[in-house]
């Protein structure tokens, strides 16, 4: 069975920082490339930024200098760093694994004030 259970979020002033992190099990986690989103009220489900089995990253253009991802295969766990946080940047935050199907975690809130 494949579970991902984020944590991690919570309220921060603009400009602050949080990190989140994302618990796998049932896959053999190494392997498999890695992603968080996010979803804020009325808009649909973005890609914030991914990272492959490799390392290798990519991130989306709002998030650029700001976000950091991370995997450490030894905790089956996927982070994601980050900084100089706006109010825009509110939502929750949901991570994603590919893995015949695709499976999501429950997702953490992020909210910034201004």
């Known amino acids: 069975q494949v579970q991902l259970v984020e944590s991690g979020g919570g309220l921060v002033q603009a400009g602050g920082s949080l990190r989140l992190s994302c618990a796998v099990s049932?896959?053999?986690?190494?392997?498999?490339?890695m992603g968080w989103y996010r979803q804020a009220p009325g808009k649909q489900r973005e890609l914030v930024t991914t990272?492959?089995?490799?390392?290798?990253?990519n991130y989306a253009d709002f998030v650029k200098g700001r976000f950091t991802i991370s995997r450490d295969n030894a905790k089956n766990t996927v982070y994601l760093q980050m900084n100089s946080l706006k109010p825009e940047d509110t939502a929750v935050y949901y991570c994603?694994?590919?893995?015949?199907?695709?499976?999501w975690g429950q997702g953490t809130q992020v909210t910034v004030s201004s």
């Open positions: 049932g896959i053999i986690f190494r392997i498999y490339a």
């Open positions: 994603k694994v590919e893995f015949g199907d695709t499976y």
């Open positions: 990272i492959n089995s490799s390392g290798r990253t």
